[in-house]
């Protein structure tokens, strides 16, 4: 637990488009799950070092091509990471670059700052969106990165804009994008590094207007990301739209039946039937189900349907952190929740539905002196076995719970 701790200091058509006909995978058992429970790894990125949530972002990424994640934080003097050792535990913790921190005026809810591949090499690099110009800083492999490059093609964190990194190409480097209302511009990620002049890709999107929430994943399991948003002129429904090959985006297409009897709500992009593309995940906002929407090809999706009785706000969960992720795996993303008593799970059972909910660890909950308001839980596979983990950042440092078989 947090207290007595302290003291010891997310890619053919499977059959017919949505509207004409509902294709679902059917429902398999999923392999059992279980937890060594929690421990205590490490003295920093804490509460207690002065770690803030509301100044400070710490992610898990692979930065350096093991297939385990490893830490990355974005301190006051800038970047510090911790190398996962394969068991449970990471290395120390070690300062890499002086940029990317708050001391060099990067803020949380101004900057976007993202870990992924931008080369291809398999390890995460860092870019960052200022206030000023697009930062890339390559991963060297040990822990480290290159000195940060600026990149002078008109990204900025400009308050208007929205940011994301996806692979429009197929090429498997992370390409960035940029959303204004009225356009979409696609920076396009070199071989090794960083990117290409901007291209305008789409000037269908007008936000808030016409369009809300816009969306960026592989939903046809092509490895090229499909641009997705609400259509909120008219009856409310998700349109989508598949790059072509000049990695523009073309008109979208309605990519639902029906969206009125479900949570209006794409609040994750995760393969839950394990057929390589995209399914939609919603919680729901006041009630306590969780909804799926299952990726049918060509951009298209199966309707909304309640996929558990929980997860939703109504149960309990709603400000808490969720995820979905695959836990045992098997090819499918699973559920995580970190609730009152400790880390919730829901097993996928193949047909976009999920297995009763079940406690993981009775520890990394509210009950054990968890919040979100100075604490930072998330999944992430830190061993390698393509499970996903609990790491939290607590108190006194950084706390893990190893899934097992």
């Known amino acids: 637990m947090l207290k007595q701790h302290r003291r010891r200091t997310l890619h053919a058509m499977l059959g017919i488009a949505v509207g004409l006909g509902a294709v679902v995978a059917a429902a398999t058992p999923a392999a059992a799950v279980g937890s060594g429970g929690n421990r205590f790894v490490l003295g920093d990125f804490g509460f207690d070092q002065a770690w803030r949530v509301d100044r400070h972002l710490r992610v898990m990424a692979d930065v350096t091509v093991d297939r385990r994640a490893d830490i990355v934080g974005f301190g006051d003097a800038g970047v510090y990471t911790a190398v996962s050792r394969g068991d449970g535990t990471f290395g120390p913790a070690t300062f890499v670059i002086g940029e ?18 931008i080369t291809g090499d398999g390890r995460a690099d860092i870019v960052g969106v200022g206030g000023s110009t697009v930062l890339v800083a390559i991963a060297q492999g040990n822990g480290g990165f290159s000195a940060p490059q600026p ?18 190409s197929g090429d498997g480097r992370a390409d960035l994008y940029r959303v204004r209302s009225g356009r979409v511009d696609i ?25 809300d929430t816009p969306k960026v994943a ?19 429904h998700i349109v989508s739209t598949s790059p072509g090959p000049t990695n523009t985006y073309p008109l979208s297409h309605r990519a639902q039946a029906d969206t009125t009897s479900s949570p209006q709500l794409m609040d994750r992009f995760a393969d839950v039937t394990g057929d390589g593309r995209a399914d939609i995940v919603a919680f729901g906002q006041t009630e306590a189900t969780s909804y799926t929407a299952v990726s049918t090809g060509g951009g ?28 045992n795996a098997d090819g499918r993303a699973d559920i995580v929740g970190f609730g009152i008593q400790g880390v919730w799970i829901a097993l996928a059972t193949g047909s976009g539905t999920f297995s009763p909910i079940q406690l993981l660890v009775a520890d990394l909950g509210s009950d054990q002196g968890w919040t979100t308001d100075r604490h930072v839980r998330v999944a992430a596979d830190i061993t390698g076995d393509g499970r996903a983990d609990m790491v939290g950042f607590g108190n006194a440092g950084v706390y893990t719970a190893v899934t097992t078989p």
């Open 100 to 117: 990317y921190g708050f001391n060099q005026g990067w803020r949380v809810n101004q900057h976007p700052r993202f870990v992924a591949d």
């Open 300 to 327: 298209n999706f199966n309707d909304f349907i309640p996929a558990i009785g929980d997860f939703g706000a109504g149960s309990g969960s709603g400000g808490r952190p969720r995820d979905v992720v695959d836990l």
């Open 151 to 168: 990149v002078n093609n008109g990204f900025v964190a400009d308050g208007s804009s929205r940011y994301f990194l996806a692979d429009v």
């Open 218 to 236: 592989d939903v046809t399991g092509d490895g090229r990301a499909e641009f997705l948003a609400f259509s909120v002129s008219g009856p409310i």
């Open 187 to 211: 920076a396009t990620a070199f071989v090794g590094g960083p990117f290409a002049t901007p291209i305008l890709a789409t000037t269908e999107f007008t936000f808030p207007t016409r369009y």
